[in-house]
């Protein structure tokens, strides 16, 4: 079963910038896909951004796009999240997540913000933005 492992969250004023890691254990063959998602008290689960194992597709959620870059270094098992202009709502406990069983991208790409194909999770990590 694959293992996923958040870092580099913490405490950032708006308009800075974070970096999330997401080390995967495994080799990429094991998933179809890793997201990014974050979860509010009481709003709930949004994904935020998702990226095929193999690095050619990716998506984010309109909230993110053009300050948010997804990215991945194979030969660390790492997949990065880029967060820049942040916002005080984008304050979150976020999680990378692994879908281990998709195997189609026109599939995914309609569904990943619902989570359901997501069966490998990490800890979370706290991001907060200050105003």
């Known amino acids: 079963q694959l293992h996923l492992v958040e870092s580099g969250g913490g405490l950032v004023q708006s308009g800075g910038s974070l970096r999330l890691n997401c080390l995967v254990s495994?080799?990429?063959?094991?998933?179809?896909?890793i997201g990014w998602f974050r979860q509010y008290p009481v709003k709930g689960r949004e994904g935020v951004s998702v990226?095929?194992?193999?690095?050619?597709?990716?998506d984010y959620a309109d909230s993110v796009k053009g300050r948010f870059t997804i990215s991945r270094d194979s030969a660390k098992n790492t997949i990065y999240l880029q967060m820049n202009n942040l916002k005080p709502e984008d304050t979150a406990e976020y999680y990378c997540?692994?879908?281990?069983?998709?195997?189609?991208?026109?599939?995914?790409?309609?569904?990943?913000?619902?989570?359901?194909?997501?069966?490998?999770w990490g800890q979370g990590i706290r991001v907060t933005v200050s105003s």
């Open positions: 997540a692994a879908d281990t069983i998709g195997t189609n991208w026109d599939v995914l790409r309609s569904i990943w913000p619902s989570a359901r194909s997501f069966g490998n």
């Open positions: 495994g080799s990429t063959s094991d998933y179809f896909a």
């Open positions: 990226m095929t194992s193999d690095g050619m597709y990716t």
